[in-house]
């Protein structure tokens, strides 16, 4: 007999795997384990969402005929890990060979790719098709390439998938609206309010068990909530798309950099846990947005910037995962060795801006990408955070995390660990820019207006610290050129000053 082992992340009616099987002579098996839900610790919320939508999708598959062998997560179970489900359903069905679909993460790869030795059995990996551009694609685009620039390789996958494209050229005539989709949030504008979708009953048997054996993992999981934030099902995840494009996506373009206190997700849509487990395909959320521009119910610029964020960013960092791993994700280009700082994992903090990041991680396993990049992201940059652990952590406790995602986005944009490969220079800013695009500064225990006294934003000090302390990693970059002309204007006494109150955060890194 034939089966086929279906990932937490491979929720899809047209998954390889699937199309490979018979439906009426092979098996399909699915695990919670032990190992995939505390190699980091989770968000609750994450591991809630993965056991619910795993098991919604095992009902759907045995309601059109499948045979389904699912293994319920027991705390005491011996089954920790897949090669242990393998060897017990190989024992149990007499499986003498397995199909699996590639998986979102080199560790795991790792594991299938030894099975057949390992486990001596027959193991065929088949090619994920639910991404636009493929492993090898993507390699042959990169081959060569000293710096791998995401904005040309959009520009390839706008022409190879036909959206926002005219004959050969870009719809509006440009091929990035960028430039229009930096708006602070004005008070008078109107934010959605979303609502979750209704817990059933089996939402309500995976919150308890959640609750029950990960309470020392991160987050907020409310066990009486009448509602949950995340999609399960194919069915909700479409749903979703429609509220996103209908009431956010008009406005998403030019407010999609801006942070508030009034509302934690704004007009950012709230797909990535989606199309990461296989709810949605890249696809067709694209192709959403494209047509609601060509219907005139949103602008260019929110739907280029949209499709940018999955034809562009979405696969340029997922190309770059495979072509680089497993040395990538041991570069740390600063030689940082800074333990993460306990506001982490405890949101405690007088720093307002990280304060209400983390609030919103704790609370909903999300934060958006100029939260993660300009605010937590920026502070473990500033700091000299040691990359694998804000790696492990932005892992943990985000829903829509998976390796493959979150490593170059955190290693490459965030630490700016691979010394330029990703991004041509650090995205290292002071609390001037998070005050431009938030209002979070207003309501601020430090001032972000100065930068070397007792009640100074911390962010203003470690820029400079930073600046300083990596001067010679970064002043030949061309793009760091007038920071450090502005450097080399400052006083001997200002440049002293600030790097004493930089010293003294550093020092209190865990009291601010």
């Not at 982490?344 to 704790?362: E, H, I, P, V």
């Not at 650090?426 to 006294?453: F, L, Q």
Request: proline fraction near 3%; glycine fraction near 6%; charge should be negative.
């Amino acid at each position: 007999m034939r089966a086929g082992l279906i990932l937490g992340d491979q929720l899809d009616r047209d998954l390889p795997t699937l199309e490979a099987l018979d439906r009426g002579k092979d098996l399909v098996v699915m695990a919670e384990l032990y190992e995939e839900a505390t190699y980091v610790k989770h968000h609750k919320q994450k591991i809630a969402l993965l056991f619910s939508g795993m098991r919604h999708f095992a009902s759907e598959l045995e309601a059109d005929g499948w045979r389904v062998q699912y293994y319920k997560y027991e705390p005491d179970s011996r089954l920790k890990k897949f090669a242990d489900v393998i060897k017990e359903v190989a024992g149990k069905h007499r499986v003498d060979s397995w199909i699996v679909t590639e998986c979102g993460e080199h560790r795991l790869q790792q594991q299938i790719d030894n099975w057949s030795s390992e486990l001596d059995i027959e193991v065929s990996v088949l090619g994920d098709c639910r991404f636009i551009c493929d492993k090898k694609e993507f390699a042959e685009w990169a081959q060569g390439k000293k710096q791998l620039r995401m904005e040309y390789f959009y520009r390839q996958m706008r022409r190879k998938t036909g959206l926002l494209m005219e004959d050969d050229q870009p719809a509006g005539g440009e091929w990035n609206y960028d430039t229009e989709n930096r708006k602070s949030l004005r008070d008078d504008v109107d934010i959605p309010d979303r609502k979750g979708f209704d817990v059933d009953s089996v939402d309500r048997e995976v919150i308890k068990l959640v609750a029950e054996n990960f309470s020392d993992h991160p987050g907020h999981l409310d066990a009486d909530a009448d509602q949950f934030q995340w999609p399960r099902t194919r069915k909700q995840a479409q749903s979703a798309l429609r509220f996103f494009v209908k009431h956010c996506l008009p406005d998403f373009g030019q407010y999609q950099d801006a942070m508030s206190h009034r509302q934690p997700f704004l007009f950012h849509s709230l797909l990535a846990t989606s199309l990461n487990m296989g709810l949605l395909s890249p696809v067709e959320v694209c192709k959403a947005a494209e047509r609601a521009w060509q219907k005139g119910d949103v602008p260019i610029n929110a739907a280029e910037g949209f499709i940018r964020q999955i034809i562009g960013w979405r696969e340029y960092v997922r190309g770059l995962y495979w072509w680089l791993m497993p040395d990538y994700a041991e570069h740390n280009h600063f030689r940082n060795q800074r333990n993460l700082p306990a506001c982490y994992w405890t949101g405690d903090t007088r720093m307002n801006c990280m304060a209400q990041s983390l609030k919103n991680t704790f609370d909903n396993a999300y934060a958006h990408h100029i939260q993660r990049l300009m605010v937590t992201g920026n502070f473990a940059l500033l700091t000299g955070v040691e990359p694998t652990q804000i790696c492990d952590w932005y892992l943990a406790v985000y829903a829509d995390a998976y390796d493959w995602v979150e490593l170059p986005n955190t290693l490459g944009m965030v630490m700016h660990a691979d010394g330029g490969l990703m991004a041509s220079k650090p995205y290292a800013a002071s609390g001037s820019y998070i005050n431009r695009m938030s209002d979070y500064c207003k309501h601020c225990h430090y001032s972000v207006k100065t930068a070397v006294d007792d009640d100074s934003c911390p962010f203003n000090s470690l820029y400079w610290h930073f600046i300083m302390r990596h001067d010679t990693l970064l002043r030949d970059n061309p793009r760091m050129s007038m920071i450090y002309r502005n450097l080399d204007k400052m006083s001997d006494d200002k440049k002293r000053a600030l790097k004493k109150r930089g010293d003294f955060v550093l020092e209190h890194i865990d009291a601010l």
